[in-house]
């Protein structure tokens, strides 16, 4: 099995870049597998992919040399291992509110005696690794995602997990529940004292902390915070913003009778 | 039925900015649908979609507001028909080299007794237009590639065809068989000349002369030299773009060890 | 946001008629939508789409104008919130037998403070409105179903759950645990006045009361009794009814030897 | 091999009622194939289905008891070739202008030396005969259709091909390019006597005259003219038909403010 | 409804071979289907397959004239109750490690007043029988998987659950929890006492005992031990296994220089 | 581009070992890639899958480190062009019976001036190699399938095609076109004398001689009598026998009650 290259980075002190895909394809999926991110995460959360489609872009991401991740629905055991037998090398859990649910997660993921994780990888031993079932609990991380008020508070409890590899902050969630606004690359001081306690007490226990983030500059604000996992928006945000900025630029210049706009 | 917007901007004398799918999914196409394209071709000739996919991604361009097209593989009058049936307001034939080619593809896609397209149009009457037997001959778009060296040697016979609205270059093909290179947004004066004539001769045919480009900037240049049909790029060079450009703009700002980069 | 549909049609004391798809399709889905009917419900507790159909039958059901909403398989909170992020506009939960259960199902639909269902409406901030963070606990609907025996004796405790919009009876199962029998459009007057019951308690609560029935006739003494959302039937149910009856129609004026009955 | 439903019927002077599929499912074939309907047509011409979705409805019809056949999009001896090795039991080509076009179509259907089809019937050989290859060329059915007034005019010629089993008329088609209009059930004096001349020129040369309907009482007309295969609507116009029925039926009996129509 | 022939061949005291698909296609489902398989599971466990995949599977292992049933990932009633409404005949349920867990799971897959499924048999009641509701708790099966060391310290519990009717052994899960190692076909004395009181414990509850195994031999010496149901390897493993063997008989006796391995 | 690892083997004197796939699935093509196999065609022509199915598999052969190539369904320059932008390595066609006809074929497949391929490689592009648009002319592979007695006439002037690299037997087709039977592996004496002529014919034109066999003896007879590229049967095929044949080993030993067969 290849060592994960996520833990790799980590331990070398740098930094993750994760991209994240909403768009149901394997095409969309092996595009930006062959990009620079460091791994890639499947969001079967808020994405439009069911698991008929997440399974091919499983095999489209390692297709294009890159690692791939997925950020689960829900806490559902059944459907964390399926995954991993299919190929994800890590899981993303939302809504990890409690050192209970958090180890619950991550028994999903481990074989025992570490976890109640069931053995049979039936795509993973042949794709990923033959020795894969004796270096899976080694090699398959787990991000437990804080994002709530009560998170917080069960933060230093959830980070003791035994076998917990990671912290992933959602953002969004986590101001709504403890100031009851939304929003990303929130800049607001009370917030980012909070994230400056969520890196530091990750660190504490040697957790990879990791955000997802909006733009580059935010991302590299996370970065000097001590994020080591940081996602830049998703695949559906970088196409919309990607067609935006090329149609301004391109009309920008237009003379003579402009188009949609004025039309109708 | 809704007047076709691509024919409206073209009489009053604007340009068309058309987007251009190759993954194949409602999503990506709602996104970009959403978007302030004013059409919106399914590329079946070079895309990763079989019929199966093209067919909601009308759908799904429909419903973002947006008017469908489609590229097709090749001549094929049945799959023309079939498209226009499910909803596509316009197709794309490529490698129009002759005039009798040219109207072939013609009347694949116009109803008796201008063509011999089939009578059935399945969802286009329920979900285009209650008049559409009587409309479609007047609304649909019928575009003839103009891509080698003897489309170019026919070209006033295949303009002359009754029928067709509009020419669309594809110039790598046509620099391909006119000067031996491929390459898009060419500089090159011959070939200048070349995209001078095509559009100098669409106009005395009372046609819409389209191109595809790879920028803004060259998008603009070609609406300057009398394009009203510019294509910009594609949803998957928008997405690899985009990407591309937020990794290097966040990697440039990052201290401590690097990436993926440095560790393999 | 449009203002919910259905709770305008209630609130103006009106009947909401709803159809009800378990063919997994978007083209049979956009034909019902562009029908009379109030508004669809997707059933993915009996019918055959599992979320990768399901997905881009929301967006073909929005296409048709019409209202989408979900009957999901069970008490999942994950899946709730991802259909809710897709464009559903409301959720139908099986078996809520409790007040807590109620809450539970409520909670996966409302952003907090009101619940806790997660941020992220990837296509609904897209497609349904731009403000959809703000609306969606207001239009978002929760129809809790009324289909035990356990449920008839915690009747007025799940009315009275907070933020809960309408109660929907399965009529085959309620009777099944209530009289051991099943079927549909039921007669029999002790029946009849569970019915009654339902309504009146979900009334005093303001709720909508909802009911699945199988005829006309049957909905129209459901409206008399005051449900005012009434599902007819099923898509198949209707395709397989309307085949029958053609069938039998052609068939019993032909002359000279009968077709398959009797040749084989 | 079973022997061909279809021409049994016919042999014993009986009339073959046909369904038709629009709609990409195996649920909506299996329920239509589990009807009285003799046989049923995927269409693939108007239909809403491609390659990856007809497959598995043949194995649908199949498993619902009834006799698959397929309507090709057009004259293309591969995908006809296809589609039989998969399991369809007949070809319905469209468009069928010439007796040199009527050859080049049988001749697809046939194994030499009758024609030029390929030998690799990977699942008919599985699912239909294990002597599938000595039986095709007898129980296949190939269906020409007449619906142009080119076809008219080379009626005897194209019905003398052969090894054609059936002519099939499609009405919208064929009095669009006769008499400049289209519709379907057509009462006119003229059109009828077209279609007398079909059913005598078939019968002269002992082919099965078939034709599309909309309705049960053309249907029984038709019968009285002699055709033999009638196909009678489709899915979708079954499940329009039977949906718009039972909303106005229930909508009729309404008291109290009304639903969709008067709210908005 | 057609006894299940499960439940006859066990009771007549032979044994059941049973084939286990993770391929998601109907293609190599009707293969195996049309096999001298006694029956056929779907394995939504460790398989490729999502629901959208799974639903025409059985469509299609009932079109070879076979029995399918399925393995739910987790305790999910809500897709066991849909598995069985599309006509899966039986659920294998992983991980059952309690009794309370195993009357969860058999109640989900019985009509009240034995359990609480849901009544909506969709697909079943017109692709299994008429009178489904009456049968189907009768003839469903219920295979309780026993696969760790809690669930062998409650086997007697689990196995006196009413309703049960088989439980099925996971080995590889199994040896693992209780003695460190996984594998399967395992010789290991203390292991094959495991089994043969697994077996002894079954008989004494009348249940059908059941095992996956990975050999014609071992699933023999199992079948001596007293298992009635003997899974044998699964589709991906014949397939890869029957392709290394040819290519292996196919290079020894080739000369030459030799293929892939020697020129890469 | 990597080089074509088929013509590398073949130019050493090799064999080329080569699976054949009628599964519509990634996972089977993965499995299959990840094999011995030299290369892998997906066949379009007798297989299950369309377009949508066979994108995907390209992808996943090329995952397993494999070379992926595809028979297509007829001469239809569309779908040859569309399958390599996609990634395929070579093309099969079938039904080469003329010089013009594989004149046709070849030039579908290469880029002008030696061709008329479209240029836009969407895929090739990205998967296969950057200097794609150079190398492609080269390394792509073009099979023309010898399987009619006319091919058999014009087999001198087939051979001398420009830019052919390989003829491939279709051994079913060609003896029922030339001796009125069909069957594989056939070891009739007039029959080897046509193999054997084909063999030097391709030799005298340095085109590979390929051929579709049914067992590892007859590969190894066409081995010896100079064919280079070998099919071994179906993945079909394959899975069947290896279930048969496991079946058949595991019944045999089994006392008691006997399965299936007996009790129905």
């Known amino acids: 099995m290849f060592p994960n290259r996520i833990k790799q980075i980590a331990q070398e002190g740098g930094t993750v870049l994760n991209g994240w895909l909403h768009i149901p394809s394997t ?3 092996e595009i930006l597998a062959r990009q620079d991110w460091d791994s890639l995460v499947i969001d079967m959360q ?10 091919p872009m499983i095999q489209a991401i390692q297709l294009g040399g890159n690692l791939p991740m997925v950020r689960v629905p829900w806490h559902d055991p059944g459907l964390m291992m399926r995954l991993l037998d299919v190929g994800a090398l890590g899981i993303i859990c939302p809504m990890v509110n409690t050192a209970d649910q958090c180890a619950a997660f991550v028994g999903a993921c481990r074989y025992p005696p570490l976890g109640y994780r069931s053995l049979g990888p039936t795509r993973a031993r042949v794709a990923i690794s033959e020795n894969y079932l004796h270096e ?11 994002e709530t008020a009560q998170a917080m508070r069960n933060l230093e409890a959830i980070c003791a997990t035994p076998g917990l590899d990671a912290i992933y902050v959602g953002p969004g969630d986590l101001r709504l529940t ?3 606004k939304g929003g990303i690359d929130v800049e607001e001081e009370a917030f980012l004292e909070v994230l400056e306690r969520i890196v530091r007490v ?3 226990h ?3 902390a990791g ?6 500059a935010y991302a590299q604000k996370m970065m000097a915070m001590g994020f080591q996992f940081i996602t830049l928006l998703s695949d559906g945000n970088l196409l919309a913003s990607a067609s935006s900025a090329i149609l301004a630029e391109t009309r920008s210049g237009k003379s003579g ?7 109708y």
Chains 1, 2, 3, 4, 5, 6 share one sequence.
């Open 27 to 29: 095409w969309s999926a």
């Open 46 to 55: 808020h994405g439009m992919m069911g698991l008929d489609s997440a399974i």
């Open 136 to 146: 899976a609990n080694e090699q398959i991380l787990t991000f437990a995602m804080i």
């Open 178 to 180: 403890l100031f009851g």
């Open 202 to 204: 990750a660190k504490q």
């Open 206 to 208: 040697q957790l990879i």
């Open 211 to 216: 955000i997802h983030t909006g733009s580059a």
């Open 257 to 263: 009778p402009a188009g949609k706009g004025q039309i």
